[in-house]
Nanobody, 125 residues
Framework: QVQLLESGGGLVQAGGSLRLSCAAS????????MGWFRQGPGKEREFVSA????????YYVDSVKGRFTISRDNAKNTVYLQMNSLKPEDTAVYYC??????????????????WGQGTQVTVSS
């Protein structure tokens, strides 16, 4: 079993930055993808970014390209999401997720087998 623990959320003014972390624990950890999703108030959970764990390929939703950067530390079993130039519309609960295989691809909810509990990001205008 894999447990994912997010941290780094908080309140920031528009234009500011935050870095989210997601630490994975479990007996064996070798995901195919690690991803970040978010769910804003009254909205469905949506894809934000993902990284292919072994090769390092990265994927982003268009609305965060150029502002967010996903990275990983294989030795620490940790994935990061550096968020710059934050906007009020980025306000959401951010969830970390891990997949065991490619399944439907990095941007689909059903690709992921494990989920964290979420961390709140609030961007004030």
């Amino acid at each position: 079993q894999v447990q994912l623990l997010e941290s780094g959320g908080g309140l920031v003014q528009a234009g500011g930055s935050l870095r989210l972390s997601c630490a994975a624990s479990g007996r064996t950890f070798s995901p195919y993808f690690m991803g970040w999703f978010r769910q804003g108030p009254g909205k469905e959970r949506e894809f934000v970014s993902a990284i292919r764990w072994s090769a390092g390929n990265t994927y982003y939703v268009d609305s965060v390209k150029g502002r967010f950067t996903i990275s990983r530390d294989n030795a620490k079993n940790t994935v990061y999401l550096q968020m710059n130039s934050l906007k009020p519309e980025d306000t959401a609960v951010y969830y970390c997720a891990a997949s065991k295989s490619y399944y439907s691809g990095p941007s689909y909810l059903n690709t992921y087998d494990y989920w964290g509990q979420g961390t709140q990001v609030t961007v004030s205008s």
